[in-house]
């Protein structure tokens, strides 16, 4: 399993006198945090608090959209659920980090990622992949991790969306035959305490197996320490199609970059997710969800 979380600059944090006391459980605290982080300079940013230039919208509002208890998908699981009140309410949430609360600037570069690992950003949305990524190109990076803050100390509908990105897949087009020997070793896989281990150690991935979701020397891991808590209200809508990414990203560059408002920039990008997806045959999962009646 993998999901979202805060990455944060430990020096940076250290800097700004931060101790562990002040990580944020709510939105609120994480501005207040962020604008501790944050250092300007003749007016000119030289440390975003928190940075999400990029490719980061395009993940991190599918999760503040299920906080609020906003589907990804239609009630039939067929139609991207984009163009509404929520998704608009978390753009300009969002919109407000920068123009309001002043932790970040989309004039601060255009790479979260790059940002956050030459210690110009202290804090970044990500999921597990960027510890590998600052394992390997930035190594030097002092940095913790939380879970991403929530918009009240209630439990939300789900804290974020999931990917089982980490399990191999089957070809369909096998013969059945074969099929049913690539069964048999996933489910090896998928038994085999060690291999789940490895996983989490070279993935970074949260262990769906139940027995290991309380294994001490996996939750010595920080990433694996902030998924545990929240891990069974984490929602996979399924294999998504690309567009809800992509459409997303748009989205966001139209309003952040090209001063689009948020409705036709909402309204641009559910058309093109409409059409990109009128001849898939994908279902949403999300109706699997263990608490899906939930949702308002």
Request: net charge negative; proline share 4%.
């Amino acid at each position: 399993i993998n999901t979202g979380n805060i990455y944060y600059n430990k020096t940076l944090w250290k800097e700004a006198g931060l101790t562990d006391a002040d990580i944020p459980t709510t939105w609120d605290e994480f501005i207040q945090v962020a604008q501790k982080l944050t250092k300007t300079d003749g007016g000119k940013m030289t440390q975003a608090g928190f940075n999400f230039n990029g490719d980061a919208y395009s993940a991190i509002y599918q999760g503040l959209n299920y906080q609020k208890g906003e589907l990804l998908f239609s009630s039939d699981g067929k139609k991207a659920n984009y163009d509404n009140d929520v998704t608009k309410e978390n753009m300009q949430f969002l919109k407000d980090l920068y123009d309001k609360y002043k932790v970040g600037s989309v004039d601060f570069g255009n790479d979260y990622t790059q940002s956050f690992g030459n210690g110009q950003s202290a804090m970044i949305y990500a999921w597990g992949h960027m510890e590998g990524t600052l394992k390997e190109k930035y190594p030097d990076i002092d940095y913790g991790v939380f879970a991403t803050p929530t918009f009240s100390e209630d439990t939300p509908f789900a804290y974020d969306r999931y990917n089982g990105e980490s399990t191999p897949g089957i070809n369909k087009n096998q013969t059945k035959e074969q099929q049913a020997v690539a069964q048999d070793f996933i489910k090896y896989l998928l038994a085999n305490d060690d291999y789940i281990r490895e996983a989490v150690d070279e993935l970074n991935s949260f262990p769906a197996k139940v027995t290991l979701q309380k294994d001490e020397d996996i939750l010595a891991k920080p990433i694996m320490a902030a998924i545990q808590p929240r891990v069974d209200r984490l929602i996979w809508p399924g294999p998504a199609p690309s567009t809800v990414e992509s459409s997303g990203t748009t989205a966001f560059q139209n309003v952040f970059q090209n001063g689009m408002s948020i409705d036709k920039a909402l309204k641009e990008a559910q058309t093109q997710m409409d059409t990109d997806m009128k001849s898939s045959d994908f279902t949403s999962m999300e109706s699997k969800y263990t608490y899906f009646d939930e949702h308002k």
